[in-house]
């Protein structure tokens, strides 16, 4: 029930709860109010939560999660410390449908899902958006019941690819007054636990499809290794393989399939067999044979590199960059160096039919001497123009110059952001700002790292297997925070393919320290095991720069270093 009653634990909530309850009465908002509070508020609004909700949400039918397998042991061993009624203890999934609650604190009412369409604002639904430990207290809530409760989520993300899995809470009675919410460390220690209990499950069944597809992959032969995680493919599948056959693959290792199955595209048969580790079916193996009136050959749909990745965050930047594309007018693409930038804008070339398309690299000096540009565009011949914070004054001037008089000209511009740009440039940049795409980083789509390192590898030479890899070089590539981006992974890559004297797949052990780097080697406590965790994907999101990943998580550079020593980083 909602009440402006003062709080013992935090008197400034006051204002937040009459705030809240001008909202809930369609009355104007007092200035001050957070703006993401607002939003929240407007959200639990637009998906049609009642705030007077009382009744608990039906429950949900029982849901086969290999994250609560996992978490069981862990919450189950929590769950007697949480009898004295004080807190609760909840795990949801990725779709915050509760798995798992313990314990009875303030507010309690059993809800089965906490997702904002159902409940509305919650640290669950704030912490599963942000991927990071959220807490939300008393009137931040929208739902009457929760109006004196405070709570802190921590996500449970996946051992191989960081993907969010879930979420683990810690609910309590108002307690905004601390900082941090009293519950973060358990909430925490939980969720790291969790995760090591996914990496221990997942190693031996990532073994077990690893040694599968060894015995399968005879030289030649279009093989794929598949348990709806992990997606193992030889050179010769990587190949012949079209995008939609590889969909098939996956949802028939999602189903257990087996026997022949036709791939669409023309690809040909797959041969399918399960995978079984301790009598359960972990995955399936495919042996993929052409159609029997075609040689083995690429597949005309093979993706280059330029569009290889099916991560979220790449596929809907390339998405609007294609639809950006499709008319001859200026188009912008930022992002760090190495983000494939010129390659993209090439193949958006390409695939509108502009084959001879007028390349200029702002980075090799200057680049409109004489006038090239309009000669080009006056002929209607594209221009690409490369490294374009590099331009130097005059050509920027000359290029704002020749976007006044053709707005419409077939122009693509590369531009990686650095330092503050001058004036001209900025104007430059406002000019195309509303057709413009930022391309993502390498460490923002880990996911799409098995992908790129098929398109990345040279052709091998004859004579010599093309480049696998164990399923722990794997991860560690995913793991690293990748400064060069895809440039940085093709010079890795290529290096690897040229100078390894080895055979078989590329172990963890040749790739260079940088990449390699394990966890600690000593024993570390929940709360440092956490510390650790938080250390690691702030450096992850800063592309490894200690200044900004100190800054960020709000210490000092000298106590990041000191820690980054602690912690063997």
């Known amino acids: 029930m909602t009440t402006t009653e003062e709080s013992p634990a935090r008197p ?12 809930l009465t369609g009355r104007p908002l007092p200035d001050g109010v957070p703006d993401e509070i607002v939003a929240a508020w407007r959200r639990a609004r637009f998906f049609g939560v009642r705030h007077d909700l009382t009744e608990p949400s039906e429950p949900l039918p029982p849901v086969q999660s290999a994250l609560l397998t996992a978490a069981r042991p862990v919450l189950e061993r ?11 203890l909840v795990l949801t999934d990725e779709r915050l449908r509760v798995l798992w609650a313990a314990g009875s604190g303030p507010g309690d009412e059993k809800c089965h899902d906490l997702s904002e369409q159902e409940v509305g604002h919650n640290s669950a639904a704030l912490a599963l958006r942000t991927r990071r430990r959220s807490e939300v207290h008393g009137p931040e809530h929208f739902l009457d019941l ?14 191989e690819n960081g993907q969010v899995l879930g979420t683990v809470t810690v609910a309590s ?51 794929v290794a598949l348990d ?65 009136d075609e040689a083995v050959r690429p597949h005309a749909q093979q993706p280059r590199v330029a569009l290889a990745g099916r991560s979220v965050p790449w596929r809907h930047a390339t998405a609007r960059a294609a639809e950006l594309a499709r008319s001859r007018e200026p188009l912008l693409l930022t992002g760090e160096r190495g983000t494939g930038k010129t390659a993209l804008a090439r193949e958006l070339l390409r695939a509108r039919g502009d084959l001879d398309p007028l390349v200029v690299d702002a980075a090799e000096g200057p680049v409109d001497e004489p006038g090239i540009w309009a000669t080009a565009l006056a002929s209607d011949r594209a221009l690409l123009l490369r490294h374009a914070e590099r331009l130097a004054q005059a050509d920027v001037a000359a290029l704002n110059s020749l976007l006044d008089e053709r707005p419409d000209a077939p122009l693509l511009l590369t531009f990686a952001p ?57 991860r560690a590539l995913e793991r690293h925070p990748w400064p060069g981006n895809i440039t940085e992974l093709a010079h890795l890559v290529r290096a690897l393919a040229e100078h390894r004297q080895v055979a078989g797949p590329v172990r963890r052990a040749e790739l260079p320290d940088p990449v390699r780097e394990g966890p600690a080697t000593r024993r570390l406590s929940p709360m440092e095991l956490a510390e650790r965790t938080a250390i690691l994907e702030s450096l992850r999101r800063h592309g490894g720069n200690k200044a900004r990943a100190a800054a960020a998580l709000g210490i000092a550079r000298a106590t990041l270093y000191r820690k980054l020593r602690g912690y063997a980083l």
């Not at 929760?146 to 051992?159: M, N, T």
């Open 12 to 23: 400034a909530l006051t204002p937040l709860r009459q705030a809240r309850e001008r909202f």
């Open 78 to 88: 929590l769950a007697p410390a949480l009898a004295s009624g004080q807190s609760s």
């Open 146 to 159: 929760w109006q004196d409760v405070s709570a802190v989520s921590v996500p449970v993300l996946a051992p």
């Open 173 to 223: 009675g108002l307690c905004t007054g601390c900082t941090p919410h009293p519950g973060a460390a358990l909430a925490e220690a939980t969720a790291t636990a969790v995760e090591a209990e996914l990496v221990a499950r997942s190693r031996t069944t990532e073994r077990a499809l690893l040694d599968a597809f060894q015995r399968a992959a005879r030289p030649g032969a279009a093989v």
């Open 228 to 292: 709806g995680k992990n997606r193992l493919l030889s050179d010769a599948a990587a190949g012949m393989l079209s995008p939609g056959a590889v969909a098939v693959l996956e949802r028939t290792a999602a189903a257990n399939g087996s026997g022949h199955l036709e791939l669409p595209d023309g690809t040909g048969t797959a041969h399918v067999t399960p995978v079984r580790h301790e009598g359960a079916v972990i995955g399936v193996v495919a042996v993929v044979e052409p159609p029997a």
């Open 418 to 474: 650095g330092t503050p740009p001058g004036p001209c440039l900025q104007r430059l940049l406002d000019t195309l700002a509303v057709r413009s795409v930022s391309l993502p980083a390498l460490r923002e789509r880990p996911d799409d790292i098995r992908e790129l390192l098929p398109e990345l590898a040279p052709k091998p030479v004859p004579g010599r297997p093309p480049l696998t890899w164990t399923l722990d070089a794997l």
